[in-house]
């Protein structure tokens, strides 16, 4: 047994039946929807298709930040414990919260002084972040210590990649990533963005392409360009309520790249409340991020 725990937030829409199989310690972030605060419990509370259902009908998800008090109540339970902590945190550069979380590292330490508290911004979020923290958990129950886990994912973490398309861009016109006016031109000439996250750890169009179609046709022309190891780690192709194109989406994936072990998994509240429903995300460990 190690004599630190591995742990991340629910913002990397870590899969639950994972997140149980290798008992990961998991933050959950808060979203409001129709007036009442969750918790992303992955799909506990709220299943992805509720969820869902209420943004068609009209509900209009929000996010928002845990405060230090909160990462303070996850956090020493372990260090009282006697055990070290390794966090791995989804991007500070879509959110304020991971200095919240290290405000709370230097007050425990304050009060543990023996203990180990490593934060490690993964300038992901979803998916990707998900895929680090699988490949970390590997090294962690191989035995290897917490500083070189911790090295691992600083060095890999812009190898984690993802390209995201939408459904309906009124989503994204709602929070602000693109303008009204783009919105309407999009909609009208049935543009669908390619969204990625960048090397700054933010999420920025990188495309737009005719038709949902050709937009999944580029992701999978891009996912072929940046892949140079199928057998490295497991892609996993998010959907949020789409689940017969995310299907079609993998088989097309699966013929130019054959020996991908592609997972299908749920967008979780805290991007979907973005993205909106509809939206396909394939994510994966390749080359560095082109962006």
Known sequence: MQDYI?????DSDLPYALKQQYDIPVVYMPYTLDGKE???????????????????????????????????EYFEPYLAKG?????IAFSSQLSMTINAARAARDALLEKYPERKLIIVDTLSISAPQTILVLKAHELYRAGKPIEEVAQWVEDNKLRAQAFFTV???????RGGRISPAVS??????????????TLEG????????????????????KAVENIVDQKEAPAILLHADARAEAEKLADMI?????DMDVRIENIGPVIGAHTGPGALAFCFLGKTRPQ
């Open 6 to 10: 591995l742990m991340t937030d629910s």
């Open 202 to 221: 933010k999420l920025d169009s990188t495309a737009k392409v005719r038709g949902r179609k050709k937009a999944m046709s580029f992701i999978v022309d």
């Open 167 to 173: 459904d309906d861009l009124k989503y994204l016109k």
């Open 38 to 72: 969750y918790f992303d419990d992955l799909g506990q509370t709220m299943d992805s298709k509720t969820f869902y259902d209420k943004m068609r009908a009209g509900a209009m998800p929000t996010t928002s930040a845990l405060n230090e008090m909160v990462y303070e």
């Open 254 to 258: 699966k013929v130019k790249l054959p």
């Open 83 to 87: 055990q070290d902590i390794l966090f």
């Open 184 to 197: 309407a031109v999009g909609t009208l000439l049935d543009l669908k963005p390619i969204l990625v996250e």
